[in-house]
């Protein structure tokens, strides 16, 4: 069967049958959901949420690097999933939003796990050693190969790399400049790394180094 046609597949009929076993999301997260949606804007979606707290959770992560925070949907879900000594870092260009994601980890009971990184991630990144357990890329789609090699010279051994809206590119999104720089980021992930792109929400590509 094709992606195309699976994707299709998986975002009617199977994630409607999800819907029955989503596991029950704690306020905050409802509400940001709500915020995202009425503005447009794209925290990744309740299952890959789900999934990221699982993969922090049993990784035993202690410095978690993440790249886009928006409202801090996805933060929220990583810190939930962290050690009490953990920590997250995320980088966001938009003060506003990086205003209103400090918001939400205090709601969250997150804030003292979570320090934010105002700025260009292109910029922020080159600032950062090695020291990091998890990178989760979730920004600029065309950055996403530069993104890739930071994570590479960032974490340690061990460490793991996973990329959201892996599939963006083929659904169709953007311009062919977004989905040249997310096959290029799939392929290297998949390819060179021996990771794997799981088809879940818009697609997670996953790898360890
Ligand atoms: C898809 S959203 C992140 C969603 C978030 N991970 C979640 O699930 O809640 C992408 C975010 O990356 C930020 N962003 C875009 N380009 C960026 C850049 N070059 N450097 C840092 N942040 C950037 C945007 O402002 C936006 O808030």
Redesign the pocket.
């Known amino acids: 069967m094709s992606c195309r046609r699976f994707v299709e597949i998986y975002s009617t009929r199977i994630a409607d049958y999800l819907k029955h076993f989503e596991s029950e999301r704690s306020q905050v997260l409802v509400d940001i959901e709500k915020a995202c949606e009425e503005r447009e804007l ?3 979606s309740p299952d890959v949420g789900v999934f990221l707290r699982f993969l922090v959770n049993i990784s035993k992560c202690r410095r978690v690097l ?9 933060t929220i879900c990583m810190a939930q999933g962290l050690t009490s000594e953990g920590l997250i870092e995320t ?4 003060q506003g ?1 990086a205003s209103e994601a400090e918001e939400n980890f205090k709601k969250a009971d997150v804030a003292s796990k979570i320090r934010i990184l105002h700025g ?3 910029n922020i990144l080159p600032t950062l050693k090695r020291d990091y357990d998890l990178v989760f890329i ?3 789609k065309t ?1 996403y190969p530069q993104y890739l090699d930071h994570s590479l010279r960032l974490l340690r051994k061990g460490g793991i790399i996973i990329g959201d809206d892996a599939l963006l590119g083929e659904l169709g999104w953007g311009d062919g400049a977004g989905k040249k720089a997310l096959d290029e980021f799939n392929r290297r992930m998949c390819n060179e790394l021996k990771g794997v792109l799981v088809p879940l929400g818009d697609g997670l590509t996953l790898t360890t180094i």
């Open positions: 794209e925290p990744v993440e790249i886009g925070t928006c409202l801090g949907y996805s980088i966001e260009v938009d939003r260009f991630a292109l979730d920004a600029l950055e």
